[in-house]
């Protein structure tokens, strides 16, 4: 199972990995030992608030708090951004699915004289 940690979070929304995991069953979630009393917010979105707009505050974790975030709503690990009340904060996951591969964006066709690139 994929694992991996973002130990950078702070004020300004961002991915929680920017690695493509697709989620099969779950996508664990845990916040850092090391936080403190500080609080992360785990959403779908990158206009996601550390607890200043309802609307988009996502799910809140504190210090050793897990969630568990479903395939219906994360299709990918990559689909998580996290925002935090603090700098320098951490979350770790787990997620049970495996790592696309990278994508170039190149498609061949090798029956024809001709090359389909996509960009």
Request: with cysteine; charged share 20%.
């Amino acid at each position: 199972m994929p694992t991996g940690s973002k130990s950078d979070i702070g004020a300004t929304a961002a991915r929680l990995t920017t690695r493509t995991v697709r989620n099969r069953s779950g996508i664990r979630i845990k916040a850092g030992s090391g936080n403190s009393t500080n609080k992360v917010y785990i959403d779908e979105t990158p206009y996601l608030t550390a607890g200043t707009n309802d609307a988009l505050n996502g799910y809140e974790l504190v210090t050793n708090q897990e969630i568990v975030l479903p395939p219906s709503r994360f299709k990918a690990v990559s689909d998580v951004w996290v925002i935090g009340s603090a700098s320098s904060l951490a979350a770790f996951w787990i997620c049970d699915g495996e790592e696309d591969e990278m994508d170039l964006g190149f498609e061949f066709d090798f029956n024809s004289q001709y090359f389909l690139v996509i960009f």
